[in-house]
């Protein structure tokens, strides 16, 4: 049968599956992004996007993708001469870095091992023997399905004085991030992660002396002061915006408001539990230590002698399961589960339902419907 897009199991790292009011949100006549009624959006888009990262600081919404956002915050709020340390243990904390070698002159790496958390102590040792202006985390690895110690990393930057950057991209809204408690800087979330709408959007907040210290040296259409100082001020942007892609997400931070981000949270959190105990159920390992194991991306390793693009394949195919594989060092070695945003727990049964019987095609033994029973235990 051939594959149908709107008939299948959507459990990709990102993006995630959407809601058909988040899809109806753009299906409607052009506007005029300079009107009062786009205004109105803004304006509620200002408001919403306080609530989704939990902040009284200032945000932005970005027509960009999520690394759009990253470049935003580090051309906008570093210097050329800033030193800056980069902690690294995946794929986009990697890529994080490769950002501020671009923009700033002496950035440096910290790396920790893939699959394993950032030690907050390594972090002190480091700012201990030398002074920086920033530190920038990935809080959520999603190349590993690792969740970095975001709030005892800023403890030890504060300490420090130093800026704290974080990549929430898959974080904000899935995983716990109080960025004014902890005192953390700048975060960044993706529109089509934890908040479930449509890629091409960025959130950006920044803390109070974030905002101080941003200036527009280095950029012109990822200027953040200026994306910030336009919503807050006039409600408005300062380039043409996506709109059909602001419409969709302001209806996908209204429903996450409405179901209320502490139960999304909360949510999540069986869901990640849940998909844990289901790989194990059928003797697969996690590539994560379970200790840092994240709530809303789960990587598994493939057991020996399977091939990563065959078992996708036959997954998607013969069961219309949809995830994700592997990233950089690893990947043909892992197979990552989505379970951020709108996803359910009939999603991850579905999901689950599909694994079992490729396993099985490709002679992985292990008792069956075990892991679907995991899942639905949980629910």
Not at 244 to 273: D, N, V
Not at 303 to 313: A, C, E, H, L, M
Request: glycine fraction near 8%; include cysteine; charge should be neutral.
């Amino acid at each position: 049968m051939p594959f149908d897009p709107r008939d299948n199991v959507f459990l990709l790292a990102g993006p995630v599956k959407m809601h058909p009011r988040v899809l109806e949100a753009m299906a409607v006549p052009a506007i005029n992004h300079r009107g009062g009624e786009f205004k109105e959006v803004n304006r509620e888009l200002h408001t919403l996007l306080k609530y989704v990262f939990q902040t009284q600081g200032d945000v932005a919404l970005i027509s960009g993708s999520g690394t759009a956002g990253l470049e935003s915050v580090v051309s906008s709020l570093l210097h050329r001469s800033d030193k800056v340390l980069n902690l690294v243990n995946g794929k986009f904390s990697e890529r994080f870095s490769d950002l501020c070698a671009i923009h700033t002159a002496e950035p440096k790496v910290l790396n920790s091992p893939w699959g394993r958390a950032v030690d907050p102590q390594a972090v002190a040792a480091e700012l201990e023997a030398g002074k920086y202006a920033a530190v920038t985390v990935c809080h959520n690895e999603t190349s590993t399905g690792v969740t970095n110690p975001l709030k005892e990393i800023a403890a030890v930057c504060r300490k420090h004085d130093a800026l704290v950057i974080a990549d929430g991209i898959t974080s904000v809204a899935g995983v716990e991030l109080k960025m004014d408690e902890w005192g953390v800087d700048a975060v960044v979330l993706g529109s089509q992660k934890c908040v479930a709408a449509p890629a091409g959007l960025a959130g950006v907040a920044v803390s109070k002396r974030a905002y101080e210290r941003l200036h527009s040296n280095h950029a012109y259409y990822l200027n953040l002061k200026k994306h910030i100082d336009m919503l807050r001020d006039e409600q408005d942007t300062p380039y043409t915006p996506a709109i059909p892609l602001f419409l969709a997400f302001r209806e996908a931070c209204r429903m996450l408001k409405e179901e209320g981000i502490e139960r999304r949270l909360a949510r999540t959190a069986k869901l990640a539990e849940a998909c844990r105990a289901a790989a194990k159920a059928v003797d697969l390992d996690l590539y994560a230590d379970e200790r840092a194991a994240s709530n809303t991306v789960t990587a598994i390793s493939y057991p020996p002698n399977v091939d990563d693009s065959k078992f996708r394949k036959v997954l998607r195919d013969d069961f219309r399961v949809i995830v994700s594989g592997g990233q950089g060092a690893i990947k043909g070695k892992v197979f990552r589960i989505g379970h951020m945003g709108i996803c359910s727990f009939q999603d991850l049964v579905a999901g689950w339902l599909g694994i079992e019987g490729t396993l099985a095609a490709f002679g992985h033994a292990f008792e069956r419907g075990s892991a679907v029973a995991e899942v639905a235990r949980r629910a």
